[in-house]
């Protein structure tokens, strides 16, 4: 018995901790648009940093601009047309942005809807709102011309759009598909390198939903997977569809394969963060050599090198640099050099990746509100 309470209170802390056209473009084009963006964000060109307001009284995304350094100056504010929680979302990706970097997409979880922004050098402007599919959104991913949306309430579903030319969406008929069950606390969807997949992470299940997606963009599934730690939080893919997933109780990482009939494997189970706690968002870099999360309850950013066989092994015993309390999000740079990290009422840390996986703090700016979610940069 006394163990049974050890373990639900440190549920219970890790929950605390980590809540602050129809044509479908394939995989080759999405990839080509990738790496169209990175030669364009190539070492010595400035680009932006997004983060989502999340207030109740109006919805707005925050603008940084980042300097060929890497470093960041605070650039306005774009309301998003709809409204948030007021309170953090407990999830990754509440902001997304397309392959090419010239669509921003933004949950507002509040009035159940998405905001879709053209980006251009002059910043950002509002395109469309359309209905989340479901209740609180609060993650979305997309490839291609196809967004899927993960709404967290009402039981929970995921919920795909096919995006036209002119920055609006319909709904994909026959894409919306519940998750494993109701009150799972899902934290993330994203799509999978090659498309074929969308993965969904379950906190209160501790396990890992995917979803087969068609040459139409509509998905079917999910088939549902145990996950190696306790409460999958945050994740990312590695460049052959390794899945790399936070465990936020577990102060842990895993690593998985995703075969190409969608089917996941276990590399590296739980792999500790070495007493950092609440690991709950996670990013690798685009070369797939280093995965790094963020631990809210540590305030830390801890750092993995990945090897060729998607095993994972800790850098600098566990803290590989210290940011500060409320940390809550983490996003590269199109190009992967530089690390940005949000804190909940408080700043954005600006950090760069050096060749060894390291991290080089290079500044701080802004003040957030405990209310804001997600993180994007360019």
């Known amino acids: 018995m006394l163990h049974r309470h050890i373990a639900l209170a440190a549920l219970a802390a890790g929950v605390a901790a980590c809540s602050q056209d129809r044509a479908i473009t394939g995989p080759a084009a999405a990839t080509a648009a990738r790496l169209a ?10 680009g932006a940093v997004y983060t989502l307001m999340n207030l109740a009284s109006g919805n707005a995304v925050a603008i940084f601009a980042r300097a060929a350094d890497g470093t960041l100056n605070a650039a ?69 011309n196809v967004l899927y949306v993960l709404n967290g309430a009402g039981g929970g579903n995921i919920a795909g759009f096919a995006l036209d030319a002119n920055g609006g969406a319909t709904p994909i008929a026959g894409s919306s598909r519940a998750l494993s069950g109701t009150a799972v606390g899902p934290a993330q969807v994203a799509f999978s390198r090659d498309g074929r997949s969308l993965v969904v992470t379950e906190k209160n299940t ?29 994740f990312a893919f590695g ?16 690593s998985y394969t995703l075969g190409a009939s969608g089917a ?9 963060t070495q007493g950092q706690r609440a690991p709950c968002w996670l990013v690798v870099t685009n070369d797939g050599r280093f995965a790094y999360t963020a631990n809210a309850g540590s305030g ?16 600098d015993g566990g803290a590989t640099a210290v940011v ?55």
């Open 324 to 378: 500060g309390s409320g940390n809550i999000d983490l996003a590269f740079s199109v190009n992967s050099r530089y690390l940005y990290q949000l804190r909940s009422s408080g700043p954005i840390t600006a950090l760069r990746v050096e060749n060894d996986g390291h991290l080089t703090t290079l500044g701080v700016v802004g003040a957030m509100p405990g209310s804001v979610a997600g993180l994007v940069a360019q």
């Open 76 to 144: 306005g504010t774009v309301a998003t047309g709809g409204t948030g929680t007021g309170s953090g979302l407990g999830s990754q990706g509440a902001l997304a942005l397309s392959d090419n970097g010239r669509w921003l997409f933004a949950v507002n979880a509040g009035s159940n809807d998405v905001s879709i922004f053209r980006v251009s050098p002059a910043g950002l402007s509002l395109t469309s709102r359309i209905p989340s599919g479901g209740a609180q959104p609060i993650s979305l991913t997309v490839r291609g």
């Open 37 to 46: 963006a990175s030669a364009a964000a190539a070492d010595g060109a400035p």
């Open 206 to 234: 501790n396990s890992i939903d995917v979803y087969a997606v068609g040459p139409d963009g509509a998905a079917t599934g999910p088939t549902n997977y145990p996950s190696a730690g306790v409460e999958p939080f945050g």
């Open 239 to 254: 460049l052959r569809n390794e899945l790399f997933v936070s465990e936020a109780v577990s102060g842990s990482a895993s």
């Open 264 to 272: 996941l494997r276990l590399e590296s189970g739980s792999v500790s």
């Open 300 to 315: 830390t950013i801890s750092g993995f090198a990945v090897g060729t066989d998607a095993t994972l092994r800790p850098l």
